[in-house]
């Protein structure tokens, strides 16, 4: 078969897919499912959404303040109590000084926003959801969701409460190559799920040069929960819940070490997660020793694998019969390419999170997942969630 032809039977066969369901190719190559379908564009937008930031403290923050203006969402104040790191954010993007403000409370009744974004440390995740509930004000916070069940029960009282949205935000949530990877394995193209390995993490958030705001709670066991355990480990947990069709695991066994305690003292830096399913299991590495930065995941199944090496390099094996295969996944559509185009659609009413990567209900086994794995890495025990001792 020539290059040219193969190239026009992929085209085809993902064309043939938004119509009804994926066709393999008779070649044996079977074809790729296309990213999440938009619902429409941000040109269709009729008024942005009236967006608050909470919070200057994580280093994330500069995805929101950074962001090209589509259109969908509007920044309307900021609430940061430290007056030096708000006027440097200030001065490096531009926003007028009126916008800030020295509480979220102070912020919501200034500016009166839809929703807000979170960016303080992981443990005033909760206060913060607890004052926009009172305003009925939707909430997106950075990953995880809370540092503990406790904590992440109480926030979704205050959600349900109030009625309003309650999401979390996740890099690896925007990649294209994890909805083309959950789209294989929904169609069924490399059999039933038998083991997940999520790899995430860089050389340590000091050898990075975080900034010393987030470094500073980031490595406290109070305000992040933990170390790489908590930094890193909620991508596994998210992915894998959500590939594992919102399944929560049997048992979360869990190993940390403080492989460079000169400079992280009172928290992990190396993690490794196990979770067991009645036909599966799931491995988390989590790390602040890499190499080098890294968000990569494999999938087995019982017929097939897929590799996600990054946001689109994919390597995928489907059959014994056939070579791997190098595929670059296709963009995913708006607004699920964006965390706040998604929020935007959300909030307004444009698309539903129905158990996806960013819903409180998968988020809610992550939390429970993390507090499972810290207990068992402080135990020395496996710890079992389906009521076994």
């Known amino acids: 078969m020539s290059s040219s032809l193969s190239a026009s039977l992929v085209s085809v066969c993902f064309l043939a897919f938004f119509a009804t369901s994926i066709v393999r190719a008779q070649s044996n190559v079977r074809d790729l499912a296309p990213a999440t379908q938009g619902v429409d564009g941000p040109e269709s937008v009729a008024e942005p959404l009236r967006v608050g930031v909470a919070g200057l403290v994580h280093g994330h923050v500069g995805w929101i303040l950074g962001r090209e ?87 979704k009282a205050a959600a349900d409460s109030a009625g309003i949205h309650l999401l979390t935000n996740y890099e690896t949530t925007w990649y294209p190559s994890v909805h083309q990877t959950q789209a294989m394995v929904g169609e069924g193209a490399v059999g039933p799920l038998r083991k997940i390995v999520v790899r995430d993490g860089h050389e340590g958030p000091k050898e990075i040069g975080v900034g010393d705001e987030f470094l500073e709670w980031l490595t406290d066991p109070v305000q992040n929960g933990g170390g790489a355990l908590i930094d890193f480990g909620c991508y596994g947990a998210n992915l894998i819940t959500w590939l594992m069709g919102g399944q929560r695991p049997t048992s979360v066994s869990a190993v940390t070490q403080t492989i460079k305690p000169d400079i992280y003292e009172d928290v992990d830096d190396e993690a490794t997660i196990v979770l067991t399913y009645p036909e599966a299991q799931g491995i988390i590495q989590a790390s602040w020793n890499w190499p080098f930065s890294r968000k990569d995941m494999s999938v087995y199944g019982r017929t097939g694998y897929i590799h996600a090496d990054n946001d689109v390099d994919m390597r995928v094996r489907l059959d014994d019969g056939e070579p791997m295969r190098q595929v670059e996944a296709e963009r995913t559509a708006y607004p699920f390419d964006d965390p706040f185009s ?29 507090d499972a794995a810290r207990r068992s890495a402080e135990s020395g025990e496996t710890i079992y969630l389906d009521g076994r001792e």
């Open 342 to 370: 998604y929020l935007a659609a959300v909030v307004q009413g444009r698309t539903v999170p129905a158990d996806d990567l960013s819903s409180l209900e998968t988020n809610m086994i992550v939390v429970e997942i993390l």
């Open 69 to 155: 203006d589509r259109g969908d969402i509007e920044i309307v104040g900021i609430a940061e109590p430290n007056r030096e790191l708000a006027q440097r954010y200030a001065d490096r993007y531009g926003f007028s000084p009126d916008l800030f403000h020295d509480s979220v409370e102070e912020m919501i009744e200034a500016a009166d926003p839809e929703a807000l974004t979170v960016f303080t440390s992981i443990y005033d995740h909760l206060s913060v959801t607890e004052v926009a509930a009172r305003h009925g004000v939707h909430v997106m916070v950075e990953k995880p969701l809370a540092i503990s069940n406790d904590h992440a029960r109480r926030m």
